[in-house]
């Protein structure tokens, strides 16, 4: 499993080994500065934006985890007034807490 990740990072090594050759060769340091800036905030903004994914997707599992308890215990979790409609959270987590004094 090691040995596949080296395999990737020299990979992926090598070509940018070979874009910043091409791209110091034609437009300098200065450039070449500004092609490593940008592709750090790239990587930076792509790593924040993974880690709300998954925090939004830990949220929506959580929720899902709740609804399916409600529904084997018999808890209405659709709202009254609109068949297709989930209780907001916040019910929800009240149903929760009844289920646990119950």
Do not use: C, H, P
């Not at 990072?9 to 910043?20: A, G, L, Q």
């Not at 084997?72 to 807490?97: C, F, H, M, N, Y």
């Amino acid at each position: 499993m090691q040995k596949d990740t080296e395999i990737k990072n020299d990979y992926i090594s090598d070509k940018v080994n070979d874009f910043v050759s091409k791209v110091g060769e034609q437009y300098g340091e200065l450039l070449l500065d500004e092609l490593f800036r940008r592709l750090d905030n790239t990587i930076s903004d792509f790593d924040t934006e993974i880690k709300e994914l998954f925090t939004n997707l830990k949220k929506d599992e959580d929720k899902k985890q709740s609804v399916i308890g409600l529904i084997r215990k018999g808890k209405t979790v659709l709202q009254s007034d609109q068949k297709d409609e989930l209780l907001s959270d916040w019910e929800i987590k009240l149903a929760e807490k009844e289920k646990e004094k119950g």
